[in-house]
């Protein structure tokens, strides 16, 4: 037992050099967020062309996506993110539609061009569900007013209105885990701060290269509780030795 628990201890401080982040990949969706209690969204359809994460390092990887995207429907985690630490997501997009209908009865449809969803934090993937939230807040009053019940409001991408909404998505879109995988954002942030996310850079990939790292990256190993633990296998090993020399098995204790 006391030799596993010593080759285990080292293979988890092993190689720091080697750089590239080995852990699980991870993997990124988008969700329909903050729609209002009064509106009732039939479809929201996001034309993602492709999404660029970016290290914090300055490299960035660019993934061709081509997809029309149900922000109401469950994830199916269209992206793969390798393992490692970001600093950015950007998702370039071809468009938005949404349909619904206002708790009065006006039903509505948004033909939008909203700018490319630009999300600027740090964080980390090792295994993680990401979610991009897009925002969707239409405006239940506006469109009554401009309609009746019983009418359609249709809104194109020269309206002031869907211009309107476009800026309050591009704007507000947001960044977060989905640990459980049913589409809504956990509510712990997905951030780290951005000076311990430049400072973990090292240890982050230190401790990915060794494969030692646990789902929430807490296990990085402390040097002087690496020691402790050593010098307890040692006491416990040297001391196993010397009662298996000075007493006969089967009668060891
Ligand atoms: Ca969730």
């Known amino acids: 037992m006391t030799p596993v628990l010593l080759l285990s201890l080292f293979a988890c401080t092993g190689d720091p050099a080697s750089g590239t982040a080995v852990g699980n990949p991870g993997k990124l969706d988008f969700t329909g967020t903050d729609v209002p209690d009064d509106v009732v969204l039939a479809g929201a359809v996001l034309d993602v062309a492709a ?25 199916t985690w269209p992206v793969q993110v390798e393992a490692g630490e970001y600093c950015s997501v950007v998702a370039e997009l071809d468009g938005l539609d949404i349909a619904g209908v206002t708790t009065d009865g006006t039903g509505f449809g948004f033909a939008m061009s909203p700018d490319d969803l630009v999300l600027e934090q740090g964080f980390q993937v090792d295994g993680d569900q990401l979610l991009v939230g897009v925002p969707l807040p239409v405006d239940a009053a506006l469109i009554e007013e401009l309609g009746g019940e019983g009418e359609e409001v249709d809104f194109g991408g020269d309206d002031q209105e ?68 050593l010098a307890l296998g040692w006491l416990s090993f040297s001391r196993d030795r010397r009662r298996r020399s000075e007493t006969s098995w089967p009668h060891g204790e």
């Open 51 to 75: 999404v660029e994460l970016g290290t914090c390092g300055g490299d960035v990887e660019r993934i061709v996506l081509g997809l029309e995207l149900d922000l109401l429907a469950a994830p």
């Open 162 to 229: 869907a211009q309107d909404l476009a800026q309050d998505i591009s704007s507000g879109a947001t960044l977060g885990r989905d640990t459980d995988g049913d589409g809504q954002i956990d509510s712990d942030p997905v951030s780290v701060a951005p000076g311990e996310s430049t400072e973990a850079t090292g240890t982050s990939a230190d401790s990915a290269s060794s494969g030692c790292q646990s789902a929430s990256g807490s296990t990085r190993s402390s040097p002087l509780l690496l020691w402790g633990l």
